[in-house]
Structure formats: structure tokens, C-alpha cells
């Protein structure tokens, strides 16, 4: 079993539409959760970032831990063309030793439709 | 300059040749990765350069040796890779001994080996 799934998609919608893109995971020990965005011919970029179990909101996007269930959800309102990337979710024990060994999922490629 | 810049972006090399890939980050951070991002798979995390550790994926051959002269600096030698080497290499650079750095990456380099 892998520790991070991720569907890869690809998911298709039109612009305006509320997208909901997911991650299960194994480890219960993990307790920080991010987002990245990568668009195409680029390197990954954080998007969110949440600590336990809740939600974070910012701007359009929503951040959803649900660490009961070890699943993690990214909500993106009032979808735009310009949100067109691969999500990648990544999460990881946290610690203050050492560097950061972040779990990725395989990612989910996007599309949002004029 | 600002961020974590790579060269080359593109590089095609035969299974016979020597190059190396270079990573510098203008962050002030004091920890640098490297990771292999292929198709339909998960990022893996190839090797880890902090203050207190130096972490390797025991999965990854030996034709790949990385080099990190100083805390802003990091280089991926290579030597007589296979067809299968192919892929996007990123760098990452974060802060080490804070609970929570997100990973910061350049945009990679498109190896293609023939």
C-alpha cells in the first residue's frame, strides 16, 4: 500500500465550477498537510498548508484535514483557466530536527474549461 | 537572483557521457534536496543535504552522486545512466530546525537520455 494516494486524474471542468481534489493516506503519525501547485514547464510551488485535523481557508481555496479518516481535501471555488496545474499533496511528521522529509502523492492533473 | 535556480533546464545525454546538474539557492536556507519527479509517479526524494544529516534513498543507483559544497549550492553528477533516468530532476531548498519549512523548488531539469 502506498503511504499518499492520490487520483491522478485527469479532471476536466468548466470554468466557475467548485473542483474538490483528495489524498488518503497510511501514516496516522503524520500531522502537517500541504498543497502544491505545479503548472506545466515549472517547478512545484506551495499552495496551503494545514497542522492537524480542521480547515484553512484562503482566498478561493480550502484546505480540509479529516485525520479520523486519514483524508485530506482541497476545495477550489469559482474555479479560473488560470487554475489549469497538477495539485500535489504532501504531508509529513513534523519535526524541529532535521530537513523536512515531505510524503508526496503521485498528483492530480487539472483542467479548468473557458 | 532571487529563489532556487537550476541549469541546465534541458539536457540529453548518451548512456556513455558524464554531466552534472547544478542547484543554487538564494533563500538563505540550510537545507537542499534533490528529487526525481517521473510520469504517473510520485515525487522521490533522491538525496537530503542539511546541518545535521545527509540522507540518501538507499533505492537510488550509484550512477547518480551528489555533491553540496555549502549551504546555497548543490550538484547532481552524473555517469552511464540508463534510458529509465529519464525524467525531471528538482531541486528543493527549506529551512532546517523549524517544525514546519515548506520546500521551496526550482523548475527543474528535463533529462533525457537516448
Redesign the interface.
Known sequence: Q?E?E?D?GPLSVPEGAIVSLNCTYSNSAFQ?F?W?RQYS??????LM?T?SSGNKEDGRFTAQVDKSSKYISLFIRDSQPSDSATY?C?MNE??????????????TRLTINP | ETGVTQTPRHLVMGMTNKKSLKCEQHLGHNAMYWYKQSAKKPLELMFVYSLEERVENNSVPSRFSPECPNSSHLFLHLHTLQPEDSALYLCASSQEKQRISPLHFGNGTRLTVT
Open positions: 502506498k499518499v492520490q491522478p502537517y500541504m502544491y514547464r515549472k517547478g512545484p510551488e506551495l498548508y497542522y500535489l504532501a513534523g519535526s524541529y530536527q532535521g530537513a523536512q522529509k515531505l510524503v508526496f502523492g503521485q498528483g
